[in-house]
């Protein structure tokens, strides 16, 4: 009996130990997919993470570039202004030039004694756009007598 009794025990001992080592085993395949799953969670936390702070440092690239489209914008528009004015002087400047130089033609015809050529060439100057000279010579030729 001590015999069945022993093999009983060594039996038991060795249920026991395999149940051991089946449970350690067990648990350390568990813990190789919990950390396996732990790595990929940190992964995917720092990809979120690394996605955060370039979306935080695209907001801001994003922000600059509006500050300097806004700027460029008021240059445009205030070169455009420039522009126009430029455009009306010039306009008036090339008046003012026709105006002189039918003035000056008139002045030689007036020298030369063409008193009614010289008026019908000032005809069509317009005496606002000339100084008080051109203006002077301006009405010399058209009080001019024959």
């Not at 969670?41 to 600059?64: D, F, P």
């Amino acid at each position: 009996m001590a015999e069945n009794n022993d093999k009983q025990t060594n039996k038991s001992l060795f249920l026991y130990t395999a149940l051991i080592f089946l449970v350690a085993l067990v648990m350390i395949i568990i813990s190789f997919f919990g950390q396996t799953h732990l790595e990929s969670t940190e992964e995917t936390k720092q990809k979120a993470q690394s996605i955060t702070e370039r979306a935080s440092v695209l907001s801001e690239e994003n922000l600059h570039l509006t500050e300097q489209v806004t700027s460029m914008q008021e240059t445009i528009e205030q070169a455009e202004i420039d522009i126009k004015l430029k455009d009306e002087q010039i306009q008036t400047l090339t008046s003012q030039s026709y105006s002189y130089k039918k003035l000056l033609s008139a002045y030689v015809l007036y020298q030369q004694e063409k008193y009614d050529e010289a008026k019908i060439m000032v005809s069509d100057i317009d005496p606002s756009v000339l100084e008080e000279d051109g203006t002077n010579i301006y009405q010399a030729i058209i009080s001019a007598n024959n």
